[in-house]
């Protein structure tokens, strides 16, 4: 069974940046291709971004592109999500998500390709 945390979430203000980190325990971290998602109050939870298993290819909402960095490291377990500029409607409960094959896909921008989801870290972008 894997297990997903996340950590690094917090109060900041718009335009200041935050890093959040997803640790791994329990499977083959490096097999997985891996995500972020988001969830506000009230919405669907939405992919933010993902990464293949080896953090070559990596995907992008248009809401965060240009903005957000996503990136692994397998030998450490370990995901990021690098948030610059941050906007009051990037806030939300961060979750990282695995899926046990490797590649991303279009399905891979839906909720319903992962097989592992963490519970969440909260990010509150104030204005």
């Known amino acids: 069974q894997v297990q997903l945390v996340e950590s690094g979430g917090g109060l900041v203000q718009a335009g200041d940046s935050l890093r959040v980190t997803c640790a791994a325990s329990g499977g083959t971290f490096s097999r997985y291709a891996m995500a972020w998602f988001r969830q506000a109050p009230g919405l669907e939870r939405e992919v933010v971004a993902a990464?293949?298993?080896?953090?070559?290819?990596?995907d992008y909402s248009d809401s965060v592109k240009g903005r957000f960095t996503i990136s692994r490291d397998n030998a450490k377990n370990t995901m990021y999500l690098q948030m610059n500029s941050l906007k009051p409607e990037d806030t939300a409960v961060y979750h990282c998500?695995?899926?046990?094959?490797?590649?991303?896909?279009?399905?891979?921008?839906?909720?319903?390709?992962?097989?592992?989801w963490g519970q969440g870290t909260q990010v509150t972008v104030s204005s």
């Open positions: 990464i293949n298993w080896g953090g070559v290819v990596t």
């Open positions: 998500a695995a899926k046990i094959t490797g590649a991303l896909s279009a399905a891979t921008r839906t909720r319903w390709a992962y097989d592992y």
